[in-house]
């Protein structure tokens, strides 16, 4: 095969400029990518440079051949051939990393919410947190993407059951968010989700990258999140309460044990449609 050599290049403009093709569709495929899903492509097996500009497929073909894909499981229907694509090393998944995150700062550089939320992850500051992340949840969350299913809205989802999977459906809207925004800090923070500490799984948890010799992170931060039931008229600060507690009665003890960070803050945040509220706890 040919050799990888572009890897090797400053700027990796041939990954962006195939990728730039047709964004929408290059992000889902490398988002796929990069949660270790393969994805089925036609590859063409003689291709040139000027062909790239032809279709996203062709664009993808001259990846492969570049070095930036690994194809396994081939397929050929008449004329067609098919592989599954991979990403090949952690090489060229820090290429893709990078493609998606400055995609991620071009979308939202100029959102004051979102560089608020992240600068209060970076000062370990509750106020910001809360101001930024209502914010980004009031411009970015319809409310039938976080409310509950409609059925429940229209009274016809009365039992226990399914009311405890309309608020775990709920939850996990609000978490997929979460983890999606703090992605833009994974350079700085390892960031963990639904990870075993003390007596059961916590929400979220960000321990600030230490790049000098000292073995523990300066800082580390608990998010546990709540979806108030539909049926439920209480504050969402009583909520945010609730998750503050559990964060911190099942989940901080084993949190410090492990990583004995010099400072630490507990976020307990209760959600509803757009609204949001937290509860906090430093140290």
């Known amino acids: 095969g040919l050799r990888p050599y572009w890897i090797n290049t400053s700027d990796n403009r041939l990954v962006r400029d195939v990728m730039q093709m047709d964004k929408q569709e290059s992000r889902k495929v490398v988002e796929s990518l990069l949660k270790k899903e393969e994805v089925r492509k036609e590859v063409i097996l003689n291709i040139a440079y000027p062909q790239i500009a032809s ?85 970015l969350a319809s409310f039938h993407d976080t409310a509950f299913p409609r059925g429940a809205r229209n009274g016809h989802a009365r039992s226990g059951n399914a009311r405890s999977a309309q608020r775990k459906a709920g939850e996990t809207f609000y978490h997929g968010l979460m983890l999606g925004l703090l992605a833009y800090l994974s350079s700085e923070y390892i960031v963990e989700s639904n990870r075993e500490y003390g007596s059961g799984r916590a929400d979220i948890v960000l321990i600030k990258r230490n790049f000098g010799r000292d073995t523990t992170p300066g800082e580390v931060l608990l998010f546990e999140l709540k979806q108030q039931p539909i049926d439920s008229n209480s504050p969402l600060e009583e909520l945010a309460g609730e998750a503050l507690t559990q964060a911190r009665e099942r989940y901080l003890a084993g949190l410090k044990k492990k990583w004995q960070p010099e400072r630490y803050l507990v976020v307990g945040a209760g959600f509803s449609g757009r609204e949001m509220a937290c509860q906090c706890e430093q140290g």
């Open 55 to 139: 279709s996203q497929d062709t664009a993808w073909s001259f990846l492969l051949h570049g070095g930036y894909l690994k194809a396994s499981e081939r397929r050929q229907i008449h004329r067609n051939i098919t592989y599954n694509l991979s990403i090949p090393n952690l090489e060229v998944e820090t290429i893709y990393e990078t493609i998606i995150k400055s995609w991620l700062e071009e979308d939202l550089e100029a959102n004051e919410d979102f560089l608020t939320f992240i600068a209060g992850i970076r000062e370990l500051n509750p106020v910001m947190i809360e101001d930024g992340l209502g914010g980004i949840l009031f411009a």
